[in-house]
């Protein structure tokens, strides 16, 4: 037996319902604040990735799906979202067209990681990037929005961290002052943090590594060494995420994976999940659309994992389902009927009720295990001497009220059933 690839996994229907709620939720609240979907290939180039999210970082070193097509170009199944809006922008002048470009996504995402709960290799994000404008407006609404759809979801444990890593000039200042305090430890330090203190430094705080960690505990933060225009714009979405009910907390250890980062950081974590807690993630990147060959602009955005999500979701019983049913199941008592019975599900299938009936030429008792096992509201009986006398029982399996409808009034059928 072929299996699926270890990492993936296949989304069933009876699971179907909760990512339907998921996506419409997301649907509905990033078109409430304006946001245009965007959907692109998922798979691009390799440099993009390189270029876009940094040579040193685990996903791009460690993470990628990476192979050579027939015309030996490189190419990489996408491991983010973000990179791919951009060169969808500077590509086809988005720019241009308008000075600011709200845009948001679904799709699906590759990383070749080690599979756990929470973490796959194919797996879905849902996320939001906002291009044209420096304003922390901006960086605020984008986690409004990603914290609204969360608490929509009916989800309570979480907590939104934020922080600022400053523009590129002050992060250098800050890095040389990092190094320096670790300098003298550098040896006590994991393997995976000594190889960050050469590569990237800021990204040893990402260490779950408890001794690096009290290493770090006395560490200089980067918070306390942002140039004033950061501090001010980490003030505004401070102050509008207060006025706006959203509770925060500024971590000041929080630097995200990705290098093209400024300023504004932050992430929604779950106590719900175990260690996959993080379930968005996001900030301001202004140099990321000129790194990538476009004219400098600036951009906000943020990614939120939905497997994830959906794992919280059902930790937590937060998702009310939709009682799965279907309107109306057409049991035939004569097996010759099959063609009249066909005729009629098209008949009410056109009049937007959910029909069904059945194709295996089973006995009336097991058709109407099978109306029961689909919840329909309503069994349709044709055949023995009623059909004859030109008539259909309607039974309504709630209250198991039946009455008799000629054969050719099927709008009194779709009347009941929709009244």
């Known amino acids: 037996m072929i299996k699926a690839i270890t990492g993936t996994k296949d989304i069933l229907p009876p699971e179907m319902p909760k990512w339907k709620i ?33 040579e040193e970082t685990d ?43 709200k845009l948001f996504y679904i799709s699906p995402m590759f990383r070749q990681e080690r599979p756990q709960a929470g973490r796959q290799r194919q797996f879905h994000q849902f996320g939001g990037e906002a291009i044209g404008s420096a304003s922390p407006l901006l960086d605020a609404e984008l986690i409004i929005i990603a914290y609204d759809i969360l608490k929509l979801l009916g989800l309570k444990d979480l907590t939104v961290k934020i922080n600022s890593l400053g523009i ?7 890095k040389k002052l990092l190094k320096d305090y670790l300098k003298d430890s550098k040896h006590l330090l ?3 943090s000594r190889k960050r203190f050469d590569q990237n430094i800021l990204r040893v705080f990402d260490s779950k590594v408890e001794s690096d960690q009290e290493i770090l505990k006395n560490s200089p933060l ?4 942002i140039d004033d225009e950061s501090k001010n714009d980490f003030g505004v979405v401070k102050t509008i995420l ?5 509770p925060f907390e500024v971590d000041a250890k929080l630097v995200r994976g990705l290098d093209y980062y400024t300023k504004t950081t932050f992430e929604i974590v779950s106590g719900k999940v175990g260690s996959q807690s993080a379930l968005c993630g996001g900030g301001r990147y202004d140099l990321l659309v000129e790194q990538l060959g476009g004219a400098p602009t600036p951009g906000v955005g943020f990614a939120a994992g939905m497997e ?12 009310n389902l939709p009682k799965e049913e279907i309107d109306l199941y057409i049991i035939k008592l004569d097996k010759e009927l099959s063609s009249k019975v066909f005729e009629l599900s098209l008949s009410f299938r056109k009049n937007n009720l959910i029909v069904d009936f059945d194709y295996l030429d089973r006995s009336v008792k097991a058709q109407m295990r099978e109306a029961n096992k689909l919840n329909s ?25 039946q009455q008799l409808i000629e054969l050719n009034d099927y709008h009194r059928v779709i009347e009941i059933i929709k009244k």
């Open 59 to 101: 996903i791009v070193g460690k993470e990628m799906y990476t192979f050579i097509d027939r015309s030996q170009t490189s190419l990489t199944l996408k491991p983010e979202m973000t990179a791919s809006v951009v060169r969808a922008f500077n590509e086809h002048s988005l720019g241009k067209q308008q000075p600011l470009n």
């Open 308 to 319: 994830r999500i959906l794992l919280a979701c059902e930790n937590e019983n937060s998702l």
């Open 377 to 401: 509201r309503f069994v349709l009986f044709i055949g023995g001497d009623e059909y004859k006398s030109e008539k259909l029982n309607l039974k309504n399996m709630s209250t198991g009220e």
């Open 190 to 192: 994991s393997e995976d």
């Open 242 to 246: 207060t006025n706006s009910k959203i």
């Open 222 to 225: 980067m918070i306390d060494y």
């Open 168 to 174: 590129p000039a002050s992060r250098e200042n800050y």
């Open 22 to 54: 998921l996506e419409s939720i997301v649907n509905d609240v990033f078109t409430g604040f304006n946001y245009k979907e965007i959907r692109t290939p998922i798979f691009e180039e390799t440099s993009l990735f390189a270029r876009g999210i940094g």
